[in-house]
């Protein structure tokens, strides 16, 4: 009876241990922080850009005199100028990026020179005063390739090809006799303006500033081909630019729309707990 009686006893004491572990608290299992990751930086995006242009005039020519004689300006110089633009694009991937810019070219100021003969005295020589200055409106299509990020700086290279509209301003023009004898009377020949083919090549770096900002340094050669400059006026004229090529230094920023966009947080799935 008294083992029957411990044996009872034994097997109540072992069942109220396992209902009091199972009573227990359990220790909570801490969860990890959330794990955020930023999407690729795609979609459309805006641009300004200012800077400085090294013009370089490839050269002119003009029609001389009833025997219509076409001949080069004997010095033909085209100073440099401002630039100022703004655009609007797409971000394709972290690689590709395309873009539609319209640029302007502020007053570069022309000095050129042509010698012929005198026309108050055909028997003189006489060297030429012209002046004269032009602006460009430049729309271009364009393509870039990013080639990496490193820390904040993207590298970049790229080209665009579209037309300018070149406008010249009246060319005014003085003759005066080389021996200092005296001059013709000035002439002005009016300016001409048209559109024209151009193209550019681009290299640069983008710098972050914000996750949807990023400034912008870079190089840009545009060239722009020939066209009308001057018309006909008092037996000279008219005239023919041969192009112009722009070596700019630019600085600008990009804002990107949806640029701090970030991937959709999922909650880790709860832990398993063993008892």
Not at 43 to 48: E, P
Request: hydrophobic fraction near 35%; charged fraction near 20%; glycine fraction near 14%.
């Amino acid at each position: 009876m008294k083992r029957s009686l411990s044996g009872i006893f034994a097997a109540l004491l072992v069942a109220s241990n396992v209902y009091a572990a199972d009573l227990a608290p359990q220790e909570p299992v801490p969860e990890m922080p959330p794990e955020v990751t930023v999407t690729e930086a795609t979609g459309w995006y805006l641009r300004g850009d200012v800077g400085y242009g090294f013009t370089d005039l490839r050269g002119a020519k003009y029609f001389q005199g009833s025997n219509a004689d076409e001949v080069n300006f004997t010095t033909a110089d085209l100073r440099d100028a401002l630039t100022v633009g703004g655009g609007v694009g797409y971000q394709v991937n972290s690689y590709l990026r395309t873009d539609l810019t319209l640029d302007y070219l502020a007053k570069a100021d022309f000095r050129g020179s042509t010698r012929g003969d005198c026309g108050f005295d055909p028997t003189l020589s006489c060297t030429s005063r012209d002046i004269s200055s032009l602006t460009a409106w430049t729309l271009l299509a364009n393509a870039y390739v990013d080639l990496g990020t490193y820390g904040y700086f993207t590298p970049y290279v790229g080209a665009g090809i579209g037309g300018s509209y070149v406008k010249w301003k009246n060319l005014n023009n003085l003759s005066c006799a080389d021996d200092g004898s005296g001059c013709d009377g000035e002439v002005s020949h009016g300016g001409k303006g048209s559109w024209r083919f151009a193209y550019a090549l681009m290299a640069g770096a983008s710098i972050d500033v914000t996750c949807n900002v990023k400034a912008d340094i870079g190089y840009r050669y545009l060239h722009i081909d020939g066209g009308d400059m001057f018309g006909y006026a008092s037996n000279g004229g008219p005239g023919r630019d041969k192009g112009l090529n722009v070596h700019e230094a630019r600085i600008g920023a990009r804002y990107l729309f949806g640029g701090c966009a970030t991937a959709p947080y999922e909650p880790p799935p709860a832990p398993i707990v063993y008892k």
